[in-house]
């Protein structure tokens, strides 16, 4: 990453992190206008500009569909939560890669696969524990 671009990524990195959406959405607006403003100026950093425009471009939208469902990882880090989904994804790649795999005679559909990884996930997170399931039956 070029040095002009590194601090504000740092700051946007920063916003993100801590819940503050509409401030990153600010950041990204302001480091797109440089990068436009790089890649008409400046002929070594052209390319590199144009690129950092196409990410922000692109991180912009992202933020802007989904402002509503994004987490605020400071926060859940403040109250002990946990704000990593590592455990529940090796999880699911580990049981998904033993009977998903392509020399396996029996094999899920992809469908199935998936309710088996949100069932895995709901039970890693809590929602389903053995109580749940014996009010279900």
Known sequence: MPVIFRKPAETLR???????????????QWL???????????????????????????????LANNMDSLTNYGRRYRKGLPIS?????????????ARMGKRRRMRWS??????????????LDGCLTVSNNKRAA
């Not at 206008?33 to 992202?62: E, G, M, N, T």
């Not at 455990?87 to 890669?97: C, F, L, N, P, T």
Request: overall charge positive; some cysteine.
């Open 14 to 28: 920063w916003s993100l992190w801590r819940g503050k959406v509409q401030t990153a959405g600010t950041d990204l």
């Open 32 to 62: 797109m206008v440089i990068c436009a403003r790089r890649s008409k100026q400046d002929p070594a950093v052209r390319d590199a500009a144009s690129r950092r425009f196409a990410h922000c471009y692109d991180l912009y939208s992202y």
């Open 85 to 97: 989904t590592s455990r529940a994804e090796s999880s699911v790649d580990d049981i998904g890669s």
């Open 110 to 123: 992809f469908r199935g696969a998936h309710n088996v990884a949100d069932t895995r996930a709901a039970v």
